[in-house]
């Protein structure tokens, strides 16, 4: 039998570029590739790009330096080594990259995953591939599915794609151009998908896409089926005991998907709900479509629905004539929702968007303050929310071994980290766990059958 070939994939950006990655090892596990914690030992590297944000493309061009010189080590050894570029700063850049970094053997977009296999064979052949289309045909339907062991491998909390692209061109966002136009996968594919991870161990599955909430596939019976549905149709199967959804668009949400958080106890009550902005003025601008009191009303409509459901969110600061007054309407509106946590970004004006041709720049220190402050904001909140768990008893999923010895760690419903003491046995299963303290996000406890003796626990370095 052939010698494996080593695989390493470095990812940039979002959970969609994680689950990508793991379709692309699933692409070429038949190869005969497996997968490599390191780049100096792989046959192939793969650079899993992000281009959401400025600095992106020319951090690519900076790791592709270094994958250079690999590439010559490897070939004073006489050993093949191949690169790749993947993700959309390959699908926005396209052959620029060969042409900048002519060490690179396959360019290829988010939307061609499946032809990896067929790119490797012709950069073989001719040098170089390079494929950015959005082709026809639906690469999910094409990729092969992920091995026992590799699910296994990756642990009980898994990822499923549902949706891809977005429609909405927010006026800041590179998404529509390079995850192109919004698809929903068939409703028949995504219960097969859960049921296989079921199969071999995944009981926690989150729901990922662009705009999960736009979730539109065909359904069994030939119509299309909302995200609320489709949650009510997974959480039936055996052994998938939590549901998450991410990322979500405050205008898609649905009375069903809201009905959802109050009839499935297996979805989680925690919902990304990103919202920008508190100020109707950039909003507009944005090209969000929808107010800051819209989003209080939704907000207050999932409350009613689920008490303890929280949220999360992301904020842009200093997008173009963001005056104080908006930035103070901003952190009124999270003052007032009280986030479990949030992101916060600077605007980074990307070629090709709306908001890259706006001239009134905000300056950058009054970004850097505005991000401060937000950021601080928001840290405050998640802190409060942590310390709130102290002395309460919480469900936790146990994930994995932590890294003392004898150690757990899992997630509450809220994607907290829990680390208990205990063997890992539990692996996969959700336990009460009481909390007695905490340590910068992690909450510290004690599986509830044990608590009545609590042992403190320090975890970090
Ligand atoms: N689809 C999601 C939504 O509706 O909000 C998020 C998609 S995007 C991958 C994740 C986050 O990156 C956005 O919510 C936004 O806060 C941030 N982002 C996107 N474009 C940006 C830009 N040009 N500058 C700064 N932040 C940006
Ligand atoms: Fe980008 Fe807006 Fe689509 Fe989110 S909804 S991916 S921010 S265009």
């Not at 920008?276 to 003025?281: L, P, V, Y």
């Not at 999932?302 to 904020?315: G, L, N, V």
Request: proline share 6%.
């Amino acid at each position: 039998m052939d010698q494996p070939r080593k695989l390493h994939i470095k990812s940039f950006g979002c959970q969609m570029n994680v689950y990508d990655a793991q379709r692309m090892v699933d692409a070429l596990a038949p190869q005969g590739f497996v997968e490599t914690a390191n780049a100096d030992d792989a046959d192939l590297v793969i650079l899993n790009t992000c281009h959401i944000r400025e600095k992106a493309a020319e951090k690519v061009y900076s790791e592709l330096g270094k994958l250079k010189l690999l590439k010559q080590d490897a070939a004073q050894q006489g050993r093949r080594f191949e690169i790749a570029v993947a993700g959309c700063v390959a699908q926005a850049e396209g052959e620029e990259i060969i042409r900048r970094q002519p060490a690179v053997d396959v360019v290829v977009g988010p939307q061609s995953y499946h032809h990896l296999p067929e790119l490797l064979a012709q950069a073989r052949r001719e040098g170089r591939a390079l494929e950015t289309e959005f082709p026809v045909e639906d690469k999910f339907g094409l990729l092969p599915p992920p091995q026992p062991e590799a699910i296994r491998a990756r642990g009980v909390s898994a990822f499923v794609t549902v949706q891809e692209g977005c429609d909405k061109f927010c006026s800041f966002c590179v998404v529509p151009y390079t995850r192109g136009a919004e698809m929903s996968r068939p409703v028949a594919q995504i219960i097969a998908d859960t049921e296989r991870l079921a199969a071999h161990g995944v009981r926690e599955v989150t729901l990922i896409g662009q705009n999960v909430n736009g979730y539109h596939g065909e359904g069994p019976d030939g119509r299309p089926w909302s995200l609320g549905r489709l949650l009510h149709r997974l959480a039936e199967i055996p052994g998938i005991v939590r549901l998450r959804y991410s990322t979500s668009h405050p205008l898609d949400v649905d009375d069903e998907l809201i009905a959802a958080h109050r009839e499935l106890a297996a979805l989680m009550p925690f919902v990304h709900l990103p919202v920008q902005s508190g100020s109707d003025t950039i909003l507009a601008a944005m090209n969000r479509r929808h107010t800051a009191d819209d989003y209080r009303r939704l907000i207050d409509r999932f409350r009613a629905a689920s008490p303890t459901i929280a949220f999360s969110s992301d904020f842009i600061v200093g997008f173009p004539g963001e005056s104080e007054r908006d930035f103070a309407a901003t952190l009124a509106l999270v003052e007032q929702i009280g986030y479990a946590g949030a992101y916060s970004f600077k605007y980074s004006p990307r070629p090709g968007t709306p908001a890259a041709e706006m001239q009134e720049m905000v300056a950058p220190a009054v970004m850097d303050e505005r991000l401060e402050q937000l950021q601080s904001l928001i840290d405050s909140q998640q802190a409060a929310f942590n310390a709130a768990a102290i002395g309460t008893t919480v469900d936790v999923l146990f994930e994995r071994a932590a890294r003392h010895p004898g150690q757990l760690v899992g997630r509450t419903a809220y994607l907290q980290p829990a680390h208990v003491m205990a063997s890992d046995d539990i692996i996969g299963q959700v336990l009460p766990v009481t909390i007695h303290s905490l340590e910068r996000y992690s909450l510290i406890g004690e599986l509830a059958s044990h608590a009545a003796a609590p042992k403190p626990v320090t975890i970090g370095a």
